[in-house]
Nanobody, 126 residues
Framework: QVQLVESGGGLVQAGGSLRLSCTAP????????KGWCRQAAGKEREFVAA????????VYTDAVKGRFTISRDNDKNPVDLQMNSLKPDATAVYYC???????????????????WGQGTQVPVSS
């Protein structure tokens, strides 16, 4: 069972920045695409961003394009999500996810990923 671990969440003011990080156990999953989803209170979980196994391709939901950046350095395992110009509507629990695919597109728009982290809270104050 893959256990992804998220870190970096916390309270931030609107307009501020935050960097989330996701690590996966061992090197076996370093070649998989990885992504981030979020779930606000009372809403369904939604896709935020994904990055391919090699790191060369990324996809984002329209709401975060130009403000969020997903990146990875396979040698160091973590997949990071840099979030800038945060808005109060970004308040949510952010989850890291992965699936046995190298395609960012497949992870972002395909069936829900099989492996998830426990989530990290990101409250954005107005």
């Amino acid at each position: 069972q893959v256990q992804l671990v998220e870190s970096g969440g916390g309270l931030v003011q609107a307009g501020g920045s935050l960097r989330l990080s996701c690590t996966a156990p061992g090197r076996a999953f370093s070649s998989y695409a990885k992504g981030w989803c979020r779930q606000a209170a009372g809403k369904e979980r939604e896709f935020v961003a994904a990055i391919s196994g090699g790191g060369g391709n990324t996809v984002y939901t329209d709401a975060v394009k130009g403000r969020f950046t997903i990146s990875r350095d396979n040698d160091k395992n973590p997949v990071d999500l840099q979030m800038n110009s945060l808005k109060p509507d970004a308040t949510a629990v952010y989850y890291c996810a992965t699936d046995p695919t190298t395609s960012a597109q497949a992870l972002g728009v395909g069936a829900p990923p099989r492996y998830w982290g426990q989530g990290t809270q990101v409250p954005v104050s107005s």
